[in-house]
């Protein structure tokens, strides 16, 4: 694992990058934060100065992974408007592709154990991003008659928890869950499902 060093740039920033690497390495419970300063270059009471702990770094880690999170959700979206139907279903994408591109990111804000509630910033941002699919979610059920319309809450976290489970059981090499199809299809295939039994696909699209 090659050492970062600070070379007296931002510290507080070397010190959630080096945290990011050993959350790819060991997880986020497998390291301390002697090893995270080791890797920054610094003495573990260096990090005092910009966080009181490995906690604080990860959650600093995971905040800055939701202001990504956010831009790739909303340039999803906006990809592909006016179709209500083109927009959700590239959110859904955009999950993915953000889990792949972005595992230290992504660890560090769903599998750490960290609240999003540990800070105002952090809870913000967080709230922000999944508003994004909120939002794709509602412009979409307009679609559906009233009577059936399913609240866009609901609607967005059934597609959330889709999205969420095919990263972690397929797209994160999760030992022994090995699928024969790429996590892109599974994910596509399962969105399909989701919006015909809602009557938003034809039955053979």
Not at 10 to 31: H, M, R, S
Not at 39 to 62: Q, S
Not at 125 to 131: P, Q, S
Request: glycine share 10%; hydrophobic share 45%; net charge negative.
């Amino acid at each position: 694992m090659a050492k970062r060093g600070y070379h007296h740039g931002d510290l507080a920033q070397a010190l959630v990058d080096a945290t990011l690497t050993l959350i790819e390495a060991k997880g986020p419970t497998g390291f301390t934060l002697s090893e995270a300063a080791k890797l920054a270059g610094v003495t573990p009471a260096a990090v005092y100065r910009h966080f009181d702990g490995r906690e604080a770094m990860i959650a600093e880690a995971a905040r800055q992974g939701y202001m990504i999170f956010l831009d790739v959700m909303e340039g999803a979206y906006r990809s592909g408007q006016p179709s209500a139907l083109a927009a959700f279903e590239a959110t859904g994408r955009a999950y993915l592709r953000f889990a792949q591109e972005h595992p230290g990111h992504y660890i560090a804000m769903f599998e750490s154990g960290i609240s999003i509630n540990r800070s105002a910033d952090l809870a913000a941002v967080a709230n922000r991003a999944w508003g994004v699919l909120e939002q794709a979610a509602a412009d979409l059920s307009q679609h559906i008659p009233a009577a059936k319309r399913p609240p866009a809450a609901m609607f967005s976290a059934h597609i959330w928890a889709l999205c969420h489970g095919v990263v972690e059981l397929f797209a994160r090499n999760s030992p022994g869950n090995q699928s024969p199809f790429p996590a892109e299809d599974l994910l596509e295939t399962g969105i399909g499902v989701y919006l015909r039994g809602l009557g938003l696909l034809p039955p053979d699209a």
